[in-house]
């Protein structure tokens, strides 16, 4: 276990029908103790691992295929790169659901299992029905329900764009935490090849190498950790870093994703990938150039910066409306397809 001297702040009695500002507009993350303990779901989980599995299958469509990754068991359950970072140390199947739900109760008293990881998976399709009785009180923010189903598993840090709350139902999980600022001690891998979608951490949390990644040691002075039973939840800001360990034989978490920005902005990553394609490679003049740019139409945009235009000609550096943000996405593709 890594040596991280500050744990999450916790909450205790937040209600769930009812989740005050303090946490879902928190830009620090935030344990909150209990918060679903009263799920149906996570009091099967505590009477036994195949008590959670049976009631998972009342709703399970069955018959429908899911994607699992796959591991053997030498790999302790962390899902990760091939030794020339070129693939993956897992695979990917696509079995029905029931069959993965049988799987998991096949292996529960295996002492060395392969290691089985059902990822984000949308709740509303794969277990209609499960939400009404095991849910929060988001509706507002309209947020993406998906669960996460495996036995002990070791997911590197990534980091993910909406703010989340991920709730424990079965097992026991582990979540370290560093702030966006961590991204140079974090020795992030590829941006283009990814394990399940987020260039990951390529520090090896359970023995971390420090020849290779001395910096890690400054991202660890930085780190926040926190221990979750079943029935407590975490909220994790957007962008905050985050590896995550299912320590039981079985393991189920739920969580909502959700943007507070309008639906017509896109992906920051996209606007990452177009400046390594058209920025990154300039001469060094040229980049500071456009790093001056960047910093006035961008990160330091305010009223002032398109006050000299009149306000019917301001366009794209008005406040972005979707009809703008189509004809600016519709331009793009034209220039990128040329």
């Given amino acids: 276990m890594l040596p991280v001297a500050h744990k999450v702040r916790e909450l205790h009695g937040v209600d769930p029908s009812a989740l005050p500002p303090e946490v879902l507009s928190s830009t620090e993350p935030l344990v909150l103790r209990g918060l679903v303990a009263d799920w149906p779901l996570v009091r099967a989980g505590l009477a036994s691992p195949r008590a959670a599995i049976d009631y998972l299958r009342r709703f399970a469509r069955n018959e429908a295929p899911v994607q699992v990754m796959v591991a053997p068991p030498q790999v302790g359950g962390r899902y990760f790169y091939n030794e020339s970072v070129s693939g993956f140390n897992f695979r990917i199947e696509r079995p029905p659901l029931g069959a993965v739900l049988e799987a998991m109760t096949q ?108 910096r890690f040691a400054e991202a660890l002075a930085h780190a926040q950790v926190a221990e979750l039973a079943p029935g407590d939840a975490i909220f994790i800001p957007s962008l905050w870093w985050h590896h995550v360990e299912g320590l039981d034989s079985f393991n189920v978490l739920l969580n909502y994703w959700w943007r507070t920005t309008p639906g017509h902005m896109d992906s920051p990553m996209n606007a990452l990938m177009l400046a390594l394609m058209s920025v990154r490679d300039l001469p060094a003049e040229q980049r500071a150039a456009w790093q001056e740019i960047f910093r006035h139409y961008v990160f330091e945009a305010d009223a002032d910066t398109a006050a000299h235009i009149p306000e019917a000609a301001r366009r794209t550096l008005a406040p972005l409306t979707p009809e703008v943000a189509r004809e600016l996405r519709a331009r793009l593709l034209q220039r990128l397809n040329r």
Avoid at 129 to 154: C, H, K, M, Q
Avoid at 160 to 184: E, K, M, S, Y
Avoid at 191 to 212: I, K, N
Wanted: hydrophobic share 40%; net charge negative.
């Fill in 107 to 214: 292996q529960l008293d295996a002492p060395q299992p392969p290691s089985l990881y059902m990822g984000s998976t949308t709740v509303d399709t794969y277990l209609p029905g499960l939400r009404a009785e095991n849910d929060l009180a988001l509706d507002a923010y309209d947020p993406l329900f998906s669960v996460w189903i495996g036995n002990r598993t070791r997911i590197a840090a990534h980091q993910d764009v909406p703010d989340n709350i991920a709730c424990v139902a079965v097992g026991h999980r582990r979540f370290t935490l560093f702030p966006p600022a961590q991204l140079q001690n974090l020795y992030i891998g590829p941006l283009d090849l990814t394990p399940a979608g987020q260039p990951v951490s390529l520090v090896d949390f359970a023995d971390p190498d420090y020849v290779r990644f001395p």
